[in-house]
Nanobody, 114 residues
């Protein structure tokens, strides 16, 4: 059974940083490309970042470029999202996702507020 468990969310001031983690199990993490999505309050879920199975290629939504970094540890079966210079509009629930699969975790809520 696939499990995706996001953690690391919380309340942060504008300009602050957070590091999200996604602990995974139930599938071959090291052979799976992974992604982060977000769902702002009252809005649809949308793409944040993508990483290949080896981590040698990443891709970001325009709002995330230069501020967010997706990474992975294939030994720990864990995906990460480092978020710097956070803005109020980055407030959302963040989800990790396996490329090509419909599985979702419970998400990590990030609130950026002064």
């Amino acid at each position: 059974q696939v499990q995706l468990v996001e953690s690391g969310g919380g309340l942060v001031q504008p300009g602050g940083s957070l590091r999200l983690s996604c602990a995974t199990s139930g599938f071959l993490f090291s052979t799976s490309a992974m992604m982060w999505y977000r769902q702002p309050p009252g809005k649809e879920r949308d793409f944040v970042a993508y990483i290949t199975r080896s981590g040698d290629f990443t891709n970001y939504a325009d709002f995330a470029k230069g501020r967010f970094t997706i990474s992975r540890d294939n030994e720990k079966n864990t995906l990460y999202l480092q978020m710097n210079s956070l803005k109020i509009e980055n407030t959302a629930t963040y989800y990790c996702s396996i490329s090509g699969r419909p599985d979702w975790g419970q998400g990590a809520r990030v609130t950026v507020s002064s």
